[in-house]
């Protein structure tokens, strides 16, 4: 792809993004109906997911028998933000255990 033809595809993707994030400025919860409303009420849980299913499920070379030792962190930090439901708590417990259970696998390896 060529110069001008890479710049003028990077500015027409910023003006797409702009005019998308305006219209909802724009229009506010007066243009939406109630069912999308309700359905980008789960949109940052989403995002979190998608962003930290896959480095919890890749292999991390620490692990407990067959058991990865980020998946056992991650068990752990979802039954204490299911507990607290508060998020420091939640991110001080899962990266703790990790930190300790990478650090005790590496030892025993």
Same mark, same amino acid.
């Given at each position: 792809?060529?110069?001008?033809? #890479? ?8 003006? @797409? ?21 309700? !359905? ?5 849980? !989403?995002? *979190? ?17 067959? @058991?990865? @030792?980020?998946?056992? !962190?991650?068990? *752990? !930090? ?12 939640? #991110? ?7 930190? @300790? ?9």
């Amino acid at each position: 792809m060529s110069g001008p033809a #890479l710049w003028g595809t990077i500015v027409a993707m910023g003006v @797409v993004t702009w005019a998308l994030r305006a219209s909802f400025v724009m229009l506010g919860d007066a243009g939406l109906p109630p069912l999308l409303r309700r !359905a980008l009420t789960y949109v940052p849980q !989403a995002v *979190l997911a998608a962003l930290v299913a896959p480095a919890l499920f890749a292999p991390s070379g620490a692990a407990f028998g067959p @058991v990865d @030792v980020r998946l056992l !962190a991650g068990a *752990l !930090a979802l039954v204490v933000a299911w507990r607290t439901k508060h998020v420091l708590p939640t #991110l001080a417990a899962g990266m703790g255990v990790l930190w @300790v259970l990478t650090w005790l696998a590496q030892r025993g390896a």
